[in-house]
């Protein structure tokens, strides 16, 4: 695998993601959409094209060479995928499709088995409605009972609050690593260490911490940490959940056919060692080894140098947003990743996106899938322009010119 990238040396990494280089009308195109799905290097498209062209079978099925050669580049990623965000063991790492899904398997699985009447869930205000609704519905089956930790006017949570929410009723804390409508970096060490002085067991929303921060799952001490291989340069359909293998062995089975059983009899079953037991059916093979290429893309790149250039952008984008007339900046928490959410004062988000675009900068304008959140600042939506390790100053001149051009259409 030939990979180049180094932000220090930013148009050869650019060079790796090959969509980037594209004209919109008559405007290159400017990608500020990442937190939504990142771009993809062209080592994980090759790797992806190279497994249908080469290895494509069923894996941990046949007793023939393609099956053998996709069954170990599968187990290969899911290794990849253990080092890197330092679990025990790959019983611990869970191929889902997405973080959506590895939530759900907690919310059922997990939370099916622990939660009794009275039992309250702790979430945070910011998080997305993956991490709300899926547990609205565990406590609608248990006789439980979401509870939501508040947050300030600048998009910290109010730790006070959480402290105040946290108590014996508490089963289960779920928080965002990072707000993908803020960019907040929560204090994850503290919650985790909180939540567990008070009895309960945390799952963590990682979908926007993974393509900008180191992740080591012991080292957070976190029970369950979610994650989406398309937000951090891996394809679609495919994502993770980490969990603790004692917590993972006493939970029943979620989804349930091939692939997670051991022994079927008309009337019984037993089931699979971990992680299978909780991988029904035939995995989205393809995507576990694109996302593997993902990862080796991110490793080959100085977390240093990853932090330092998107800092940069974070900054730059922050300051020359803040000049312009009528722009105001959503979401200032002293501790962010590259999201910057505005609104345009007189223009509804959705306006300023479609604005954008027709000067090819790719912005996302909405709620951004956090209701809650945008009720809780008292706002219809936001613009969100989400940075990546590819964007580069040149991007942001252009998306700071493009908002200061859709002010004076307005
Ligand atoms: N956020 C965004 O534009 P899935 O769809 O399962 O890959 O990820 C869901 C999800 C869960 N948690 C957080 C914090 C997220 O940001 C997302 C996806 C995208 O912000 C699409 S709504």
Same mark, same amino acid.
């Given at each position: 695998?030939?990979?180049?990238?180094?932000?220090?040396?930013?148009?050869?990494?650019?060079?790796?993601?090959?969509?980037?280089?594209q004209?919109?009308?008559?405007?290159?195109?400017?990608?500020?959409?990442?937190?939504?799905?990142?771009?993809?290097?062209?080592?994980?498209?090759?790797?992806?094209?190279?497994?249908?062209?080469?290895?494509? %079978?069923?894996?941990?099925?046949?007793?023939? %060479?393609?099956?053998?050669r996709?069954?170990?580049?599968?187990?290969?990623?899911?290794?990849?995928?253990?080092?890197?965000?330092? %679990?025990?063991?790959? +019983?611990?790492?869970?191929w889902?499709?997405?973080t959506? /899904? %590895?939530?759900?398997?907690?919310?059922?699985?997990?939370?099916?088995?622990?939660?009794?009447? =009275?039992?309250?869930?702790?979430?945070? @205000?910011?998080?997305?409605?993956?991490?709300? !609704?899926?547990?609205?519905?565990?406590?609608?089956?248990?006789?439980?009972?979401?509870v939501?930790? =508040?947050?300030t006017?600048?998009?910290?949570?109010?730790?006070?609050?959480?402290?105040?929410?946290?108590?014996?009723?508490?089963?289960?804390?779920?928080?965002?690593?990072?707000?993908?409508?803020?960019?907040?970096?929560?204090?994850?060490? *503290?919650?985790?260490?909180? #939540?567990? #002085?008070?009895?309960?067991v945390?799952?963590?929303?990682?979908?926007?911490?993974?393509?900008?921060?180191?992740?080591?799952?012991?080292?957070?001490?976190?029970? $369950?940490?979610?994650?989406?291989?398309?937000?951090?340069?891996?394809?679609?359909?495919?994502?993770?959940?980490?969990?603790?293998?004692?917590?993972?062995?006493?939970?029943?089975? *979620?989804?349930?056919?091939?692939?997670?059983? /051991? !022994?079927?009899?008309?009337?019984?079953?037993? $089931?699979?060692?971990?992680?299978?037991? $909780?991988?029904?059916g035939t995995?989205?093979?393809?995507?576990?080894?694109?996302?593997?290429?993902?990862?080796?893309?991110?490793?080959?790149?100085?977390?240093?140098?990853? +932090?330092?250039?998107?800092?940069?952008?974070?900054?730059?984008?922050?300051?020359?947003?803040?000049?312009? @007339? =009528?722009?105001?900046?959503?979401?200032?928490?002293?501790a962010?990743t590259?999201?910057?959410? $505005?609104?345009? /004062?007189?223009a509804?988000?959705?306006?300023? =996106?479609?604005?954008?675009?027709?000067?090819?900068?790719?912005?996302?304008?909405?709620?951004?899938?956090?209701?809650?959140?945008?009720?809780?600042?008292?706002i219809?939506?936001?613009?969100? +322009?989400?940075?990546?390790?590819?964007?580069?100053?040149?991007?942001?001149?252009?998306?700071?010119?493009?908002?200061?051009?859709?002010?004076?259409?307005?």
């Amino acid at each position: 695998m030939n990979i180049a990238a180094s932000p220090s040396n930013l148009a050869a990494l650019r060079n790796d993601f090959p969509i980037l280089d594209q004209q919109l009308g008559k405007y290159p195109l400017a990608y500020f959409d990442s937190a939504a799905t990142t771009q993809k290097p062209q080592s994980v498209i090759d790797a992806i094209a190279e497994y249908y062209q080469q290895h494509n %079978a069923n894996v941990h099925r046949a007793a023939h %060479a393609l099956s053998e050669r996709a069954t170990r580049m599968f187990e290969a990623a899911r290794e990849c995928v253990r080092e890197r965000i330092n %679990a025990r063991s790959t +019983a611990e790492v869970i191929w889902t499709r997405g973080t959506t /899904e %590895a939530i759900n398997l907690v919310a059922y699985s997990y939370a099916g088995t622990v939660l009794a009447p =009275g039992d309250e869930i702790l979430i945070t @205000e910011m998080e997305h409605h993956s991490n709300i !609704v899926p547990w609205q519905l565990a406590a609608q089956r248990a006789g439980a009972r979401v509870v939501a930790c =508040g947050i300030t006017d600048e998009g910290e949570l109010d730790l006070d609050d959480f402290e105040r929410k946290l108590g014996e009723q508490t089963r289960i804390v779920a928080f965002g690593h990072v707000s993908n409508a803020l960019g907040t970096i929560n204090p994850v060490r *503290w919650l985790i260490e909180k #939540a567990h #002085a008070a009895g309960a067991v945390t799952v963590l929303d990682g979908a926007q911490a993974m393509a900008h921060l180191p992740v080591d799952v012991q080292a957070l001490d976190c029970d $369950f940490y979610a994650f989406s291989g398309h937000k951090m340069f891996g394809p679609t359909g495919i994502g993770v959940l980490y969990g603790r293998e004692a917590l993972l062995e006493a939970m029943p089975p *979620w989804q349930s056919g091939g692939e997670m059983i /051991e !022994v079927v009899s008309i009337d019984h079953t037993t $089931f699979n060692t971990l992680p299978f037991k $909780f991988e029904a059916g035939t995995p989205n093979i393809a995507g576990a080894i694109g996302l593997g290429a993902a990862v080796h893309y991110l490793n080959a790149i100085d977390p240093d140098e990853l +932090a330092a250039h998107e800092a940069r952008l974070l900054a730059l984008t922050t300051s020359g947003l803040a000049q312009v @007339e =009528g722009v105001t900046l959503v979401g200032t928490a002293a501790a962010k990743t590259g999201v910057v959410s $505005f609104l345009v /004062e007189g223009a509804h988000p959705q306006d300023i =996106g479609t604005l954008l675009d027709q000067q090819g900068i790719a912005v996302r304008a909405g709620h951004h899938c956090a209701m809650p959140l945008m009720q809780r600042l008292g706002i219809p939506g936001t613009v969100r +322009a989400s940075l990546s390790l590819y964007n580069s100053e040149h991007d942001i001149e252009r998306l700071i010119a493009g908002v200061q051009k859709a002010t004076t259409f307005l």
